[in-house]
């Protein structure tokens, strides 16, 4: 069945939060979820910011199973009868005695000793919950104007039409220069100076003879990756093993959704 993966954007030293709407029902982190009290629209989403108030939400289409749906319900179930036998803590009481404070103090490290194994037992519950999140199987998507999200093959199925020449590169140092005449970057191997790989060169050219070129460095594809993969933070996957053929895929898809907007914008 459909389910939508939904990561928050924050900025680098925030943990984003990452949850599942399925059906109408929300698995996963739900702080968000329930401070925009359950939305059932998934275009809330694709407008909806964050903790940081400029940073929004990435929304992916994927399949999930009726029994991966039943665990993430019996797991949530768990969480929920796990969280009712914390002990709440003695919170901080200005103007005490000294003795008072140790008598505070010494009231919460009991309180502590009752309450660590449902700390436990939470973060193992949560990590259930996250395994089964990543597992699931994320198409390589990408959203136009903050609304339509469309797949890669519907990308190049919509742009074969308008293309004669599409080509993207290796680049190596001193193969990618800006070319001031062009007004942008472009693309010469045998100004090649050394085998260090510096990034990827993307050229397309339109059927009415219109270049369209993009240089992207290995270090912009690193961050894009760290900010929106959850295999290249956890050092899985196609990122790994092939992770030319990912950002090859990611300049593709800055190209094509550049020529499309001009088209339609026409």
Same mark, same amino acid.
């Given at each position: 069945?459909?389910?939508?993966?939904?990561?928050?954007?924050?900025?680098?030293?925030?943990? #984003? &939060? /990452?949850?599942?709407?399925?059906?109408?029902?929300?698995?996963?982190?739900?702080?968000?979820?329930?401070?925009?009290?359950?939305?059932?629209?998934?275009?809330?989403?694709?407008?909806?910011?964050?903790? !940081?108030?400029? %940073?929004?939400?990435?929304?992916?289409?994927? $399949?999930?199973?009726?029994?991966?749906? &039943?665990?993430? %319900? %019996?797991?949530?179930?768990?969480?929920?009868? =796990?969280?009712?036998?914390?002990?709440?803590?003695? #919170?901080?009481?200005?103007?005490?005695?000294?003795?008072?404070?140790?008598?505070?103090?010494?009231?919460?490290?009991?309180? !502590? $000793?009752?309450?660590?194994? *449902?700390?436990?037992? +939470?973060?193992?519950?949560?990590?259930?919950?996250?395994?089964?999140?990543?597992?699931?199987?994320?198409?390589?998507?990408?959203?136009? *104007?903050?609304?339509?999200?469309?797949?890669?093959?519907?990308? $190049?199925?919509?742009?074969?039409?308008?293309?004669?020449?599409?080509?993207?590169? /290796?680049?190596? %140092?001193? +193969?990618?220069?800006?070319?001031?005449?062009?007004?942008?970057?472009?693309? !010469?191997?045998?100004?090649?100076?050394?085998?260090?790989?510096?990034?990827?060169?993307?050229?397309?050219?339109? @059927?009415?003879?219109? #270049?369209?070129?993009?240089?992207?460095?290995?270090?912009?594809?690193?961050?894009?990756?760290?900010?929106?993969?959850?295999?290249?933070?956890? @050092?899985?996957?196609?990122?790994?093993? =092939?992770?030319?053929?990912?950002?090859?895929?990611?300049?593709?898809?800055?190209?094509?959704?550049?020529?499309?907007?001009?088209?339609?914008?026409?």
């Amino acid at each position: 069945m459909k389910a939508y993966i939904i990561e928050s954007t924050e900025y680098k030293h925030n943990t #984003p &939060s /990452v949850f599942v709407f399925v059906n109408g029902e929300y698995f996963g982190d739900l702080v968000y979820p329930t401070r925009d009290k359950m939305p059932q629209d998934i275009n809330h989403w694709r407008t909806a910011t964050c903790a !940081d108030s400029d %940073r929004w939400f990435h929304v992916t289409e994927t $399949e999930i199973t009726e029994e991966q749906v &039943s665990e993430l %319900r %019996r797991l949530h179930k768990e969480l929920d009868e =796990n969280s009712k036998h914390f002990v709440p803590y003695t #919170p901080y009481r200005p103007g005490l005695t000294k003795q008072e404070e140790e008598e505070d103090l010494m009231e919460n490290m009991c309180r !502590d $000793e009752i309450n660590r194994p *449902h700390f436990r037992k +939470e973060s193992e519950l949560r990590a259930s919950i996250e395994e089964i999140i990543n597992s699931l199987n994320v198409k390589q998507e990408i959203v136009v *104007h903050n609304m339509r999200y469309v797949t890669l093959k519907e990308l $190049e199925d919509q742009a074969r039409p308008y293309l004669i020449d599409f080509k993207i590169l /290796v680049a190596h %140092r001193g +193969e990618v220069y800006y070319d001031e005449i062009a007004g942008g970057y472009s693309f !010469d191997s045998n100004r090649r100076i050394s085998n260090e790989k510096i990034g990827y060169y993307g050229f397309l050219t339109t @059927k009415d003879f219109i #270049p369209y070129s993009k240089f992207l460095s290995v270090e912009e594809f690193q961050e894009h990756a760290k900010k929106y993969s959850r295999d290249y933070r956890n @050092k899985q996957g196609l990122y790994y093993t =092939n992770f030319d053929r990912m950002a090859f895929n990611h300049l593709k898809r800055i190209l094509l959704v550049e020529l499309l907007l001009d088209i339609k914008a026409q």
